[in-house]
């Protein structure tokens, strides 16, 4: 049986363990599988968003966290990062349009997830499981960004 995908998808996954250089892992993974991929137009983005995320993920739980890559078929890239705590932050509890205050450019917090808000293209976030038996439980934050064409 032959499967059929749509042209140009793809998908990473890497799991980081808790440790202060997982945020540097992911930004190297990014790179490589961007430049393997021919998406140069969206390296720098990227690369800080999920930077931001994976930082946030490590200072924020006591386990594990996991990157996602996936291209999809219209050329947006969406970058997912779960963890293991059930906390979804701002603006990732609010609609992409919806008022997110953000946080004072002198505040000592809060000001990497205000870069995924101007320079992502849409994101969200869910809760997972339910914590008590489920080891999947915690959140999966995402965005996208990179429409080619447009």
Do not use: Q
Not at 93 to 116: I, K, Q
Request: hydrophobic share 40%; aromatic share 6%.
């Amino acid at each position: 049986m032959r499967t059929v995908s749509p042209p140009h998808t793809w998908a990473y996954a890497l799991r980081l363990p808790h440790d202060p250089r997982a945020a540097r892992v992911a930004r190297m993974t990014v790179r490589s599988v961007l430049a393997s991929h021919g998406r140069p137009e969206i390296l720098d983005t990227v690369e800080l968003l999920t930077s931001e995320m994976v930082t946030n993920a490590y200072l924020h739980t006591n386990g594990p966290a996991s990157l996602r890559l996936t291209a999809l078929a219209d050329g947006r890239l969406r970058v997912g990062v779960w963890d293991s705590h059930p906390r979804i932050p701002a603006p990732f509890a609010h609609p992409p349009h919806g008022h997110v205050p953000l946080a004072p450019p002198d505040a000592a917090c809060g000001r990497g997830l205000r870069l995924v808000r101007e320079y992502a293209d849409c994101w969200g976030g869910v809760a997972l499981g339910d914590g008590v038996l489920d080891r999947r439980a915690g959140k999966l934050l995402w965005f996208e960004t990179g429409v080619t064409g447009g």
